[in-house]
């Protein structure tokens, strides 16, 4: 990648500092995901799976998400599928009610998969249109657990009768690449439909979303670029890349 961006940047010619920033980013945004970035919320209801390991920022973004869609009209039914973290179910409780929407938990060691799948049926029968779920918290380098998720998949494409649905992976923008170990073994698991770039608010730049994007071909759809409700935003790549190089 890093010697596809160098001959975009000779190929423009620039002469100033500030044209060859352009010129970075333009060539940056040429390799990232050329996929929608908006969400996917067909379905009845749709339905949106957060994943990454614990501490990357799920849950947050789970409670922002639904407050950003609540304030769009849409009627959302959060899940707190983390049964087997401590106090997952609490924190997303709570993010639920700041929120100001309706939630759903499973009680504590419950399969998540199952808990899921009765959220799904819950939401159709009280016509709640997006159903956001805040899965288990996993490492990557956890084969068994991994294939757990998977198994949220499989059980959410049935409980949707195989109607598309978003697979998010958050990703925390202080961890570097990192997050690209990550994204390539969560998208075995459960091939994965769009990152959430959360942290943005740090000093972090969360410039591995670029190769992430260009090896995987999956885009980024949005960011937390703060620790309120509010701060949850549609990812723009082209101001995200000049932020990057500019900065």
Request: glycine residues 8%.
């Amino acid at each position: 990648m890093a010697s596809r961006l160098a001959a975009g940047v000779r190929s423009s010619e620039p002469r100033t500092r500030e044209e060859a920033a352009e010129a970075l980013a333009a060539a940056a945004t040429s390799v990232m995901s050329r996929k929608p970035r908006e969400l996917n919320l067909t379905g009845d209801p749709a339905c949106i799976l957060l994943y990454g390991v614990n501490g990357a920022g799920k849950t947050t973004t789970a409670g922002k998400l639904a407050h950003r869609l609540q304030k769009e009209g849409h009627t959302p039914l959060v899940v707190a599928a983390d049964t087997y973290r401590a106090a997952g179910i609490e924190q997303m409780v709570v993010w639920a009610e700041r929120a100001g929407v309706a939630h759903f938990e499973g009680s504590a060691g419950a399969d998540p998969a199952s808990v899921v799948f009765e959220a799904v049926q819950l939401a159709r029968r009280r016509g709640q249109d997006v159903v956001i779920a805040d899965t288990a918290g996993r490492l990557q380098t956890q084969r068994n657990l991994l294939e757990e998720l998977a198994k949220v998949g499989r059980v959410t494409a049935k409980a949707l009768d195989d109607a598309a649905y978003e697979s998010l992976l958050v990703l925390d923008a202080v961890l570097g690449l990192t997050n690209l170990v990550q994204a390539r073994e969560f998208n075995k698991a459960i091939p994965v439909t769009g990152l959430v770039l959360a942290k943005l608010d740090s000093s972090a730049k969360g410039g591995s979303i670029v190769p992430i994007e260009s090896e995987l071909d999956v885009p980024a759809k949005l960011a937390g670029v703060g620790e309120g409700i509010d701060d949850l935003a549609p990812f723009d790549a082209r101001a995200f890349v000049r932020a990057i190089f500019e900065g």
